[in-house]
Nanobody
Framework: QVQLVESGGGSVQAGGSLRLSCALSGRTFSAYSMGWFRRAPGKEREFVSVVSTTGSSTYYVNSVKGRFTISRDNAKNTAYLQMNALKPEDTAVYYC?????????????????WGQGTQVTVSS
């Protein structure tokens, strides 16, 4: 069974940066598209970004374009989300997820495996 573990969350001031990591174990990491989602207080979980199996294709929700960068290192079985210019509205629990064959990676239903989440808090 695939297991995903997020790390790198924390508390930062607005304008600061964080780098989230998501380590996959149990299966071949390179076989999965890797997505990042987040759930802000009082809101539903939303799609943030996705990177294809090889890292050649990425997609971002409009609200993070130009600020967040998704990447992966298949040799390390790890996906990353570099978050710059953080805003208070980025405050959320961030989840990584793995999709074996994502036709529409913005949809949660495309992902079979989910991490436990890591808290990101951005203060003004």
């Amino acid at each position: 069974q695939v297991q995903l573990v997020e790390s790198g969350g924390g508390s930062v001031q607005a304008g600061g940066s964080l780098r989230l990591s998501c380590a996959l174990s149990g299966r071949t990491f390179s076989a999965y598209s890797m997505g990042w989602f987040r759930r802000a207080p009082g809101k539903e979980r939303e799609f943030v970004s996705v990177v294809s199996t090889t890292g050649s294709s990425t997609y971002y929700v409009n609200s993070v374009k130009g600020r967040f960068t998704i990447s992966r290192d298949n040799a390390k079985n790890t996906a990353y989300l570099q978050m710059n210019a953080l805003k208070p509205e980025d405050t959320a629990v961030y989840y990584c997820a793995a999709s074996p064959w994502a036709t529409d990676p913005k949809r949660e239903t495309e992902y079979d495996y989910w991490g436990q989440g890591t808290q990101v808090t951005v203060s003004s």
